[in-house]
């Protein structure tokens, strides 16, 4: 097992989903084989708009052949392993790429390497570029008996705690964003930065004292169910609009129509709490609207017609 980055960008044309599966040519087969297994960091090069910089990370569970584009390969992303970063990690640091295997003897760039749709790259940078991109999280990282007491599946296994903290080692830095409270709390820290703290349904923005934000991240599709920890399945929503949407009270349309179950039985208090024209309030970036695929999931194995 190796990991390794692949280059994605927002107008790629090739067949991907980055949170589910990646598309290839045949050439990059050899350096995608090594990553099953294993983790990869996204990259988005300069081409298809794309912003120079690392985003996100998630496992490899497997590689398989495109039987409809001849020549070309799919690499599967393991379920609930893809989490972006909370912020862009740029190509260079100080000067330096973050990728040493790019750096040639005399400085400059390895540019046959550099382009490359996928990549070999160390231990030690993987875990420098993920350690960039969730500088944050580190601040408030769960305590150790939180760690021991969910496994990495985010099952409670142990009563133990020590009134220690974590320190961010490469292989702890994986086993820590491997964990469902980790992963949760990074879900929702990016939901409701995309909504800014604002419930889609009811336009609501109530904030406490603390500057903490009453909305709640709801996965629309939900993890249990393979839904990735991505904005794009995401709606920021208060408590009372997030318990109904899990419940299949409330869905929401291609269109971004919010759809009230006809098993709702007080439909003037629903009025009272939905925005006037019954239209979700969406994110201000484009790619961080609900993602059809997942809204068309909720209304089919969740909401009551």
Same mark, same amino acid.
């Given at each position: 097992?190796?990991?390794?980055?692949?280059?994605?960008?927002?107008?790629?044309?090739?067949?991907?989903?980055?949170?589910?599966?990646?598309?290839?040519?045949?050439?990059?087969?050899?350096?995608?084989?090594?990553?099953?297994?294993?983790?990869?960091?996204?990259?988005?090069?300069?081409?298809?708009?794309? &912003?120079?910089?690392? /985003? =996100?990370?998630? !496992?490899?569970? #497997?590689?398989?052949?495109?039987?409809?584009?001849? $020549?070309?390969?799919?690499?599967?992303?393991?379920?609930?392993?893809?989490?972006?970063?909370?912020?862009?990690?740029?190509?260079?640091?100080?000067?330096?790429?973050?990728?040493?295997?790019?750096?040639?003897?005399?400085?400059?760039?390895?540019?046959?390497?550099?382009?490359?749709?996928?990549?070999?790259?160390?231990?030690?940078?993987?875990?420098?570029?993920?350690?960039?991109?969730?500088?944050?999280?580190?601040?408030?990282?769960?305590?150790?008996?939180?760690?021991?007491?969910?496994?990495?599946?985010?099952?409670?296994?142990?009563?133990?705690?020590?009134?220690?903290?974590?320190?961010?080692?490469?292989?702890?830095?994986?086993?820590?964003?491997?964990?469902?409270?980790?992963?949760?709390?990074?879900?929702? &820290?990016?939901?409701? /930065? =995309?909504?800014? !703290?604002?419930? #889609?349904?009811?336009?609501?923005?109530?904030?406490? $004292?603390?500057?903490?934000?009453?909305?709640?991240?709801?996965?629309?599709?939900?993890?249990?169910?393979?839904?990735?920890?991505?904005?794009?399945?995401?709606?920021?929503?208060?408590?009372?609009?997030?318990?109904?949407?899990?419940?299949?009270?409330?869905?929401?349309?291609?269109?971004?129509?919010?759809?009230?179950?006809?098993?709702?039985?007080?439909?003037?208090?629903?009025?009272?709490?939905?925005?006037?024209?019954?239209?979700?309030?969406?994110?201000?970036?484009?790619?961080?609207?609900?993602?059809?695929?997942?809204?068309?999931?909720?209304?089919?194995?969740?909401?009551?017609?």
């Amino acid at each position: 097992m190796a990991k390794g980055v692949f280059i994605h960008n927002p107008q790629s044309v090739y067949d991907d989903r980055p949170e589910e599966y990646y598309n290839f040519p045949k050439v990059y087969l050899s350096r995608a084989k090594p990553t099953v297994g294993d983790w990869i960091i996204y990259y988005e090069s300069g081409k298809g708009r794309g &912003r120079k910089s690392y /985003k =996100a990370i998630a !496992k490899v569970k #497997a590689i398989r052949e495109d039987f409809i584009k001849p $020549g070309h390969y799919y690499a599967d992303i393991a379920p609930n392993t893809y989490l972006p970063f909370d912020q862009l990690v740029p190509f260079k640091v100080d000067g330096q790429p973050n990728e040493s295997l790019l750096s040639l003897e005399d400085g400059r760039i390895n540019g046959g390497l550099a382009i490359s749709a996928v990549r070999p790259i160390s231990e030690e940078d993987f875990a420098k570029i993920v350690n960039l991109g969730f500088e944050d999280e580190f601040a408030e990282l769960p305590r150790i008996d939180e760690l021991q007491n969910y496994d990495e599946q985010g099952n409670y296994v142990s009563d133990f705690a020590q009134p220690e903290y974590v320190v961010p080692t490469p292989r702890l830095t994986l086993q820590t964003l491997q964990n469902r409270k980790v992963r949760d709390r990074v879900f929702r &820290r990016q939901v409701i /930065k =995309a909504y800014s !703290k604002t419930c #889609a349904f009811t336009g609501l923005n109530f904030v406490n $004292g603390g500057g903490r934000a009453e909305v709640e991240a709801a996965h629309i599709r939900p993890v249990s169910n393979d839904g990735p920890d991505v904005v794009s399945n995401g709606l920021a929503l208060s408590g009372t609009i997030h318990w109904m949407f899990d419940r299949g009270y409330l869905s929401i349309s291609d269109d971004h129509d919010i759809l009230v179950s006809r098993h709702v039985n007080n439909i003037d208090e629903i009025d009272r709490l939905l925005v006037t024209d019954r239209k979700a309030i969406m994110p201000v970036k484009e790619s961080d609207w609900p993602h059809p695929a997942y809204m068309e999931w909720h209304r089919a194995e969740c909401f009551k017609t």
